[in-house]
């Protein structure tokens, strides 16, 4: 089946940092991605991971892929208030559509 | 460069009646996507245009949904006639055939329908 699952709801303090999981289900996904949606805008691409890596960093972002648990994770070291938003992981098992989880709300708190 | 651009913002209609979104994907791109977003839930796909021709349109929840895109350029979704549970924001996605070896999709801001 094509399932993406998050949880929904992610609360921090300012500096800290937030990790948000995503377990997917098409182990053919050649990419994943975590896409971010702030409040009246649309969908931004934040990072990508290839399917043959197990982590990738950038900046405040490390995400970390386990293909054999099909789990993937965003880490945002030192969490700011302007990363509050509704972020999204996807997979791409078959042509260019991108299949997304829920979604999982991070609320940053001062 | 202009981005995707989804026309109107927000709609909202009685049930029975006709809605139809549009989007401008960005000029070049020869890929455009439609999701839908229901209740908080996931996004989910709806059907994949590559330049006028609809290459998949699994997710197209029924025959009350008519996406087009002549000309390859801009594309519309009419829902007719529309009921409750079409209510969502429906985003729109465009990327280039050219795109390097990764499919980057860049998204309007969603079109938000209410059926009431």
């Known amino acids: 089946g094509e399932d993406v699952e998050q949880s929904l709801f992610l609360s921090v303090r300012e500096g800290d940092s937030s990790v948000i999981n995503c377990t997917y289900t098409?182990?053919?996904?050649?990419?994943l991605y975590w896409y971010k949606q702030e409040p009246g805008a649309g969908l931004q691409l934040l990072t990508y991971?290839?399917?043959?890596?197990d982590m990738k960093q950038d900046q405040r972002l490390t995400v970390l892929l386990n293909k054999k648990d099909k789990h993937l994770s965003l880490r945002i070291a030192d969490t700011q208030t302007g990363d509050s938003a509704i972020y999204f992981c996807?997979?791409?098992?078959?042509?260019?559509?991108?299949?997304f989880g829920q979604g999982t709300e991070l609320s940053v708190k001062p | 460069e202009a981005g995707v651009t989804q026309f109107p913002s927000h709609s909202v209609i009685e049930k029975g009646q006709t809605v139809t979104l549009r989007c401008d994907p960005i000029?070049?791109?020869?890929?455009l996507y439609w999701y839908r977003r229901v209740m908080g839930k996931e996004i989910k796909f709806l059907l994949h245009?590559?330049?006028?021709?609809?290459?998949?349109e699994s997710g197209m929840p029924n025959n009350r949904f008519l996406a087009e895109r002549t000309g390859g350029t801009y594309s519309t979704l009419k829902v007719q006639p529309a009921e409750l549970e079409d209510s969502g924001v429906y985003f729109c996605?465009?990327?280039?055939?050219?795109?390097?070896?990764?499919?980057?999709?860049?998204f309007g801001p969603g079109t938000r329908l209410t059926v009431l």
């Open positions: 098409d182990s053919s996904s050649t990419y």
């Open positions: 996605a465009s990327s280039s055939r050219l795109a390097g070896i990764y499919n980057e999709q860049f």
């Open positions: 996807a997979e791409t098992p078959r042509g260019g559509k991108l299949i």
């Open positions: 245009f590559v330049k006028e021709s609809k290459q998949d």
């Open positions: 000029s070049g791109h020869d890929n």
């Open positions: 991971i290839f399917s043959n890596m």
